[in-house]
């Protein structure tokens, strides 16, 4: 309970200081990149007082913490380096809480907390156990398909939105055309390897289920598709017709 009191401490006062941050460069896409490093470090401490097999508890942290960098790196350098716009959901926010914008965002940061450890309760379910068997190792080529999925997403879309000529465009590219998130598809996938490795213990479906409520519910896809139609248009919505919003799957044929 002490370290779990120590973590939660160090992870507000992280979160209390990325939001100060972003009172300066008003940009609150830290806010995403904060959440990771909340889960990474519960990963750890989870690790560390947990009673399973050694083994176990190193595979499952290590999984975390490699996946919590990954996405982290990305995040930074996507939404957060020097000259980055805002990411237009915060900026949408932004504008509509106008002067109550400060607490609001406030209360956005120190949420990530609790939210974090939401997800650090399916990380300490799976590292209960014996030493890592044939369900980890499923659960391992599981998380390795997600992970690679999800930076290869990542990367599709760079390459695409670093294009000057494809500026209002709709990317349609790699994975883009068989999801319109497949980034967030990937993500979902990657909750399910400490299903496996957790042997299907009841709480380690926690992260797949939160995760699926937050994509489709509060934080993913309303408002990036909301943003998207905002700036892209009918381009974007002929883009809903055809491709699927979550799942990849082939696109639908439209009649014109």
């Keep these: 309970m002490t370290a779990f009191a120590i973590l939660a401490a160090a992870g507000l006062l992280l979160q209390l200081t990325l939001w100060a941050v972003q009172l300066r460069t008003r940009n609150a896409a830290t806010v995403d990149a904060g959440w990771t490093a909340l889960v990474a470090g519960g990963a750890a401490g989870a690790a560390f007082v947990s009673d399973g097999d050694p083994a176990r508890r190193v595979l499952v942290a290590g999984l975390a913490v490699i996946w919590a960098l990954r996405l982290g790196v990305h995040l930074v350098g996507d939404r957060v380096r020097a000259g980055s716009a805002e990411d237009g959901r915060y900026a949408a926010l932004r504008e509509r809480w106008g002067e ?40 391992s080529a599981v998380w390795l398909a997600a992970v690679a999925g999800e930076g290869i997403a990542d990367r599709q879309l760079a390459r695409f939105r670093a294009n000057p000529a494809n500026r209002g465009a709709v990317c349609r590219e790699g994975l883009w055309r068989f999801s319109r998130h497949p980034n967030y598809f990937f993500e979902w996938l990657h909750w399910w390897a400490y299903v496996l490795i957790g042997h299907a213990a009841p709480p380690t479906f926690l992260g797949p289920a939160a995760m699926l409520l937050f994509l489709f519910r509060l934080t993913g896809i309303p408002y990036t598709e909301r943003q998207a139609l905002r700036s892209r248009g009918d381009a974007y919505r002929a883009y809903q017709r055809s491709t699927s919003a979550f799942i990849p799957w082939f696109p639908r044929r439209i009649e014109r």
Excluded: H
């Design 100 to 139: 109550a914008a400060g607490r609001r965002f406030l209360a956005l940061y120190v949420a990530q907390v609790p939210v974090a450890t939401l997800f650090v309760i399916p990380l300490a379910a799976a590292m209960r156990g014996g030493p890592p068997d044939a369900w980890a190792a499923a659960g």
